[in-house]
């Protein structure tokens, strides 16, 4: 099956850094992709939607200005979480569609950014 | 965007198969119902997909009645590494830029 993957796995961070997030879909282009966080415990709460070389669409609560998306090519979407604070300590998942006549979104391995 | 609903959790023993049903009440026309595992600290595992009747693959099946308003996971013979959490995500995941929305999931226990 297709294959996403995110890099770094786990990062831990000084309060008012900011930290990249790379998802890379490795055999597929893919058109969109979707960043997601997750609490301990909890389901995954999409946070934007992002198409490569364009905006990305966040959802609703979920400040633009603090999660930078950059859809840079079809392979590969970042996401920078600017001025970190401790409750931006979470579990950052991303996901990839793309691959025509199968099950649609592949997702990555997630990354556990931890805010001191 | 098609809501659904899962038992929030289950318990199971190895070798047993289990069965978990979603609903999803206003599940639209061009809607697949996808399940996926999650273990902790790691992504979602794609496990099966279907739009109508059963499917199976090598690791479960998927029932899904004819009115479509819900669907049935079915994992056959579970063991101590089937413990993860499963959702059932409903919505045309095909099309580029649809969203998929994650419900609770339900959480699995298998005990040995």
């Known amino acids: 099956g297709a294959v996403v993957s995110q890099h770094p796995s786990r990062v831990i961070c000084k309060s008012g850094t900011s930290v990249k997030i790379e998802c890379r879909s490795l055999?597929?282009?893919?058109?969109?992709m979707f960043w997601y966080r997750q609490f301990p415990k909890k389901s995954l709460m999409l946070m934007a939607t992002?198409?490569?070389?364009?905006?990305?669409?966040?959802e609703q609560g979920v400040e633009k200005d603090k999660f930078l998306i950059n859809h840079a090519s079809l392979t590969l979407s970042t996401l920078t979480v600017t001025s970190a604070h401790p409750e931006d300590s979470s579990f950052y998942i991303c996901?990839?569609?793309?691959?025509?006549?199968?099950?649609?979104?592949?997702f990555g391995p997630g990354t556990r950014l931890t805010v001191l | 965007l098609a809501k659904t609903t899962q038992p929030i959790s289950m318990d199971s023993y190895e070798g047993q198969e289990v069965n978990i049903t979603c609903s999803h009440n206003?599940?639209?026309?061009?809607?697949?119902i996808t399940w996926y595992q999650q273990f902790p600290s790691q992504g979602p595992r794609f496990i099966i997909q279907?739009?109508?009747t059963k499917v199976t693959n090598e690791v479960a099946s998927l029932f899904i009645p004819a009115d479509r308003k819900s669907s049935t996971l079915s994992l056959p013979r579970v063991s101590l590494s089937d413990t993860a959490v499963y959702y059932c995500?409903?919505?045309?995941?095909?099309?580029?830029?649809?969203?998929?929305?994650f419900g609770g999931g339900t959480r699995v226990l298998v005990k040995p």
């Open positions: 279907g739009y109508k």
């Open positions: 996901s990839a569609r793309g691959l025509a006549g199968g099950p649609g979104e592949f």
């Open positions: 995500l409903v919505g045309d995941n095909m099309a580029a830029g649809n969203k998929l929305t």
């Open positions: 055999d597929f282009q893919a058109t969109t």
């Open positions: 992002s198409n490569e070389g364009s905006k990305a669409t966040y």
């Open positions: 206003n599940i639209a026309t061009n809607d697949y």
